[in-house]
């Protein structure tokens, strides 16, 4: 099973290290990364393992939402099947 990660907010330096810290404590592993900056707002998408997930799916997005809280940042967690279903529609 996988999961799509999207971060978005103001540039700074070590967005993808926060963000792959909470994957690593949830023991999600990262697949691909795309990012860019455009103008001054980071943007980025991920796609991760979740097979071994320690915990729920909502346990990652509620730590990704606490770590995107303190850095300013919006994150947002999506099982890969409902992400293809949204964008199907």
């Known amino acids: 099973m996988r999961a799509i990660i999207t971060v ?4 700074t330096v070590g967005i993808l ?3 792959s810290q909470v994957c690593a404590a949830h023991n999600a592993n990262i697949i691909e990364v795309t990012q860019s900056v455009l103008q001054e707002m980071f943007v980025m998408v991920m796609l991760v393992n ?7 799916i909502n346990g990652l997005a509620q730590s990704m939402n606490e770590m ?6 919006k994150i947002h ?8 279903s949204m ?3």
């Open 8 to 11: 978005v907010g103001q540039d």
């Open 17 to 19: 290290a926060s963000v």
């Open 50 to 56: 979740i097979d071994h997930l320690s915990g729920s």
């Open 68 to 73: 995107g809280e303190e850095k300013n940042l």
């Open 77 to 84: 967690v999506m099982h890969e099947d409902i992400f293809h």
């Open 87 to 89: 964008h199907r529609i």
